[in-house]
């Protein structure tokens, strides 16, 4: 199994770093033998905010954060970012839960590749 782990630190609209960065999470997820995390920090943490409601034909990133759940990934958000931008556990789109720097640590060690987004 190759493991792979996502970090993601850009606002989920207005730049497409996050969005790229959930493709090729995506993609990976759906390939046998591949092993996802991703973490949401910073402005990203905001990702995972349950009840995105985006124009029609645009790229919703709940939804693609549970595509990724779906195959087997983990979310995990960064709690001091979430405290932060006043997104509350409840807030949180059902695929993601609130993580911590210590499991990030846990997380980088367990990786065989970092992509940082």
């Not at 850009?10 to 033998?33: C, I, V």
């Not at 779906?70 to 006043?86: E, F, L």
């Not at 993580?99 to 940082?116: F, H, I, N, R």
Request: glycine residues 14%; neutral net charge.
């Amino acid at each position: 199994m190759a493991k792979n782990l996502f970090i993601l630190n850009d606002a989920p609209y207005g730049t497409e770093r996050s969005y790229n960065g959930l493709r090729l999470a995506g993609a990976l997820a759906r390939r046998e033998g591949e092993e996802v995390r991703v973490f949401l920090m910073g402005d990203a943490a905001s990702c995972a905010r349950a009840g995105q409601k985006v124009p029609s034909g645009y790229y919703n990133l709940e939804v693609m954060l549970g595509s990724v759940a779906r195959h087997g990934g983990q979310i995990g958000v960064c709690g001091t970012c979430m405290d932060a931008r006043g997104l509350g556990d409840e807030g949180l789109a059902g695929t993601a839960r609130r993580s911590t720097l210590d499991e990030l640590t846990a997380w980088t060690q367990w990786a065989e590749k970092v992509l940082v987004y």
